[in-house]
């Protein structure tokens, strides 16, 4: 198991603030849009890989928020000459029809940076299960987190049915439902004390923890 992935996963457990998971896609995320915008951008091997695949929609928005526009420009540039190119050899009226709309929409959905990031992010999943089963220290962190978004508690329980053992599975399986269940029932309260509030027969009755109730559950429950 390399140090690359065990650091910060040990790092971003210890924290218990949230999905570990998010944060750590958020850190995956916020560095690859760094390195893009800096001397990256000019280096011929990630140009080419950039000018074939592009960027999605949300990462050409985070890019443009950035500093570099002049760096963005520049790989709209090739990108687009490339797309040029391409369908340039494409035939649109002809039996090869299908050739150019399986391209199009396959540069339509395909990003540089969601590749990057999805190449580091399963490997910090599958080191988490591993830490889990070998670790002593990391259980503990893990038992204290708060909760995990649907999506990675999902992609985290089945990452588990191949980098966890069978011996100790269950037990897994156990403790990660365990945290799980436990948030959600919580919030499930929440928002429904949230809806009942604004019964009049409920006006005198405190909020509680349930205010925030619809905010906490859409960060919490689904990631974006």
Same mark, same amino acid.
């Given at each position: 198991m390399e140090k690359i992935y065990t650091i910060p996963v040990n790092e971003t457990f210890e924290e218990q603030d949230g999905c570990p998971f998010c944060r750590l %896609?958020?850190?995956? =995320?916020s560095d690859e849009l760094d390195i893009i915008l800096g001397a990256s951008l000019m280096e011929p091997d990630i140009?080419? =890989?950039?000018? #074939? #695949?592009? %960027?999605c929609h949300a990462h050409y928005e985070k890019m443009f928020e950035g500093k570099n526009r002049l760096g963005l420009g520049l790989m709209l540039e090739t990108h687009i000459a490339e797309l040029i190119t391409r369908l340039e050899k494409m035939p649109l009226l002809s039996d090869k029809t299908k050739a150019t709309s399986d391209y199009l929409e396959e540069a339509s959905?395909?990003?540089y940076i969601c590749d990057r990031i999805e190449n580091n992010f399963e490997k910090m999943i599958e080191c988490a299960c591993i830490l889990w089963e070998t670790d002593e220290a990391f259980r503990e962190k893990f038992a204290k987190t708060p909760y995990f978004c649907i999506e990675h508690y999902s992609r985290m329980m089945k990452c588990a049915t191949t980098f966890v053992s069978k011996k100790v599975r269950p037990d897994f399986y156990k403790a990660a439902s365990t945290i799980e269940l436990a948030y959600l029932k919580e919030l499930q309260g929440d928002v429904s004390w949230f809806c009942k509030k604004f019964d009049y027969r409920y006006d005198d009755e405190p909020w509680g923890n349930s205010?925030? !109730?619809? =905010?906490? !559950?859409i960060k919490s429950v689904y990631h974006k």
């Open positions: %896609f958020s850190r995956l =995320e140009r080419i =890989e950039t000018n #074939k #695949k592009g %960027f959905h395909s990003c205010k925030d !109730a619809v =905010e906490r !559950a």
